[in-house]
């Protein structure tokens, strides 16, 4: 009679897949709360006692760690030395495992969870087992996923056993089960213990998505999620209408996002290309998408939209007016959800906006040979910490209006420029290999809405004099920066000549 072992945390399904093993000529090993599940459905199994010869101890910490269980799983049968041992010592060949492991994530995952609680969930019998099986693949079924028990059963239906290929196919996946799980218990345990910079990082994603193309459709493409997912992220959102995301919607909206989560009072960000293209604010969402419109009535079109308010009839109305890809906010009125639905292609998404101040987790970027991990920019800063360096100094309202141009900045790509006043930003300049280039696009884009209200923000701070003679040429008359140039004092001579006011915050934003 053929043998499977089976230890599971995770009993969904089980029972039924259990029972069309028993009926295919297979005997049950099971242990603890699997085996009552097991025996309460009428199934008959073997104690894992029966099997070792010696008790569960030290709180079932210790239970298959043995030789008759991981002999039967590693004999090779087609070794007549290895099949002699097993004789010798009694021992009975194990043909199928079905393990999956102490809820770790799950565990780790409740709020002020203690590390007692974490370390007792770190399952070592279990991995052993599913590792053990998984080696000898060429002879022993491993089965760590449920989505995996339609399958096997099927093909040991029909042929008696699965085949070489399945076999294989499954310990690729019990080996990536192990390896994330141990993933998850070292991240933990070195956040535990304070360590920044491991010699080893470890991380793990779970496949979400497979896409239809990546940046070009000549590009193949997949979405994995963090194992540990933030709510405040595109992956979580809850899609409402409209066709799937596509990669380079996804980046968008999470620029969006990111961008969003900057703005307390009723804000509209406009996303192009990973740009925004404009950000309004106001005293009701209506008047925000209005100034975030206004801004660029032109690189709007096709945009990734991020309110931060419920969107009401009012605001839907005016959004329904132009092709908007995704508008991603708390929740829609049902008259705008309506209003905007009417349009098969856009997507409508919804976000907690509650959870946009969670903590963030390390971001990585890709490069050719290895990856590069950093932490958000999520600094929070305050404008009366800032220094005035000019002979004119910041009224309370330009500080109030530096401080939402600083914030614009943060997330337009290097070299970056933005023009705002109070209401909303009127010209952005990024991307540029050299500064005074993208104050010359943002100087264009704001044209003749410049005024004594207008306040320039800068990424990084000024490598010479141009930049701010520019912008003293063209109107503006307050700037802020991070400041810390060898040639700081061009750049202050030039604000004092034009009578800029020009504030340095000691802190730069580039977004590479």
Known sequence: ?????????????????????????????????????????GIDTIGIEDVTHFPEILDGRVKTLNPYVHGGLLARRDLPEHMATLEKLAITPIDLVCVNLYPFKET???????????????????????????????????????????????????????????????????????????????????????????????????????????????????????????????LQAKQLHGKKLSYNNIKDADEALRCIREFDEPTVVAMKHMNPCGIGRGRTLEQAWERAYEADPVSIFGGVIALNRQVDLATAEKMHKIFLEIVIAPGFDDDAYTVLAKKKNIRL???????????????????????????????????????????????????????????????????????????????????????????????????????????MASDAFF?????????????????????????DDESIKMANKYGIVMVTTGIRHFRH
């Open 1 to 41: 009679m053929k043998r499977a072992l089976v230890s599971v945390s995770d009993k969904t399904n089980l029972v039924p897949f259990v029972k069309g093993l028993v009926e295919n000529g297979f005997e049950i090993v099971s242990t603890g709360g699997t085996k009552r599940v097991l025996d309460e459905a």
């Open 463 to 487: 490598p010479f004099g141009d930049c701010v003679e520019y912008a003293g040429k063209h109107g503006i008359k307050a700037v802020v920066q991070p400041g810390g140039s060898i040639r």
């Open 349 to 455: 998404l919804t976000i907690d906006f509650s959870k946009k101040d969670e903590p963030t987790k390390h971001e990585v970027v890709s490069v050719m040979g290895g990856m590069l991990m950093q932490d958000q920019d999520t600094l929070s800063e305050d404008y009366h910490d800032w220094q005035c360096i000019t002979d004119n100094k910041p009224t309370e309202e330009q500080l109030r209006t530096m401080m939402f141009a600083w914030k614009a900045v943060k997330h337009a790509k290097s070299n970056a420029i933005v023009l705002v006043n109070d209401e909303r930003t009127l010209g952005v300049g990024e991307g540029q290999p050299n500064r005074i280039d993208s104050l010359r696009i943002a100087v264009s884009h704001a044209g003749d809405d410049i005024d004594d209200r207008t306040v």
């Open 108 to 234: 780790i995952e409740k709020p002020d969870v203690k590390l007692a609680d974490a370390i007792e969930n770190i399952d070592i019998g279990g991995p052993s087992m599913v590792r053990s099986a998984a080696k000898n693949y060429r002879d022993v079924t491993i089965v760590v996923d449920q989505n995996d028990y339609d399958e096997v059963l099927s093909q040991i239906k029909a042929e008696g056993t699965t085949t070489l290929d399945t076999r294989a196919k499954l310990a690729a996946k019990a080996f990536r089960h192990t390896a994330a799980y141990d993933a998850l218990i070292s991240q933990y345990l070195t956040q535990q213990n304070g360590l920044e910079d491991p010699e080893k990082l470890t991380l793990t994603w779970d496949l979400k998505e497979t896409m239809r193309y990546g940046e070009n459709s000549h590009q193949q493409a997949w979405l994995y999620e963090d194992a540990l997912p933030k709510s405040f992220s595109v």
